[in-house]
């Protein structure tokens, strides 16, 4: 199975500034294909999740633009520009490369300082 | 608009069954592939199963093999999660998620408590 390592696992952030979570796989997830199906979920307090990122860098219908996703091979970002009261919530990376099973991070829980 | 919403959770004993649904709507339900996610109390998110769009293909976790099976009933736009021999391990939310463009859309949940 492909383990999914997220780093930092909490992560306080002062409104405004900017935040950035680390997931890095123990597996390439370059599909044969060549495509990347690494993805980045959402789930703010009490809610179910969301897909905010899929495929490393493309965001979802109706993510704001201060969220953007980078990486290749094995080390991937999730980066928030500014971050909003909005933002707070755990952040998961998922990949769907190499299933069964679909695996994901530990997750990393982003709190406004 | 998007719409999974599950049902069937309960508490239910140690050895116990359940069946969980999943009614889907806004979309084509029958070109999607499905899954059921599950996330334990304040922990994070473990992927159950799959079943592909027609209904013919099913994957599971290891966790749940031989105990859970998923169908599908593309004329309803229903997933189902039959779960048998439930232990306490398996309390947990159950989400239902959409794979039309990798999973990319979850459900609200249903809660399953397996307490004697």
């Known amino acids: 199975d492909v383990v999914m390592t997220q780093s930092p696992l909490s992560l306080p952030v002062t409104l405004g500034q900017p935040a950035s979570i680390s997931c890095r796989s123990s597996?390439?997830?370059?599909?044969?294909?060549?495509?990347?199906?690494l993805h980045w979920v959402q789930q703010r307090p009490g809610q179910s999740p969301r897909r905010l990122i899929y495929?490393?860098?493309n965001r979802d219908s109706g993510v704001p633009d201060r969220f953007s996703g980078s990486g290749s091979g094995t080390d991937f970002t999730l980066k928030i520009s500014r971050v909003e009261a909005e933002d707070v919530g755990v952040y998961y990376c998922m990949q769907s490369t190499h299933w069964p099973p679909y695996t994901f991070g530990q997750g990393t829980k982003l709190e406004i300082k | 608009e998007v719409q999974l919403v599950e049902s069937g959770g309960d508490l239910v004993q140690p050895g116990g069954s359940l069946r969980l649904s999943c009614v889907a709507s806004g979309f084509t339900f029958s070109s999607c592939p499905m899954h059921w996610a599950r996330q334990r109390p304040g922990k994070g998110l473990e992927w159950v199963s799959r079943i592909n769009n027609e209904g013919r293909s099913a994957t599971y976790a290891d966790s749940v093999k031989g105990r859970f099976t998923i169908s599908r009933d593309n004329a309803k736009n229903t997933v189902y999660l039959q779960m048998h021999s439930l232990g306490v391990d398996d309390t947990a939310v159950y989400y239902c998620?959409?794979?039309?463009?990798?999973?990319?859309?979850w459900g609200q949940g249903t809660l399953v408590t397996v307490s004697s």
């Open positions: 597996q390439s997830l370059v599909h044969s294909n060549g495509i990347t199906y």
């Open positions: 495929r490393v860098s």
């Open positions: 998620v959409r794979d039309c463009s990798g999973p990319d859309h």
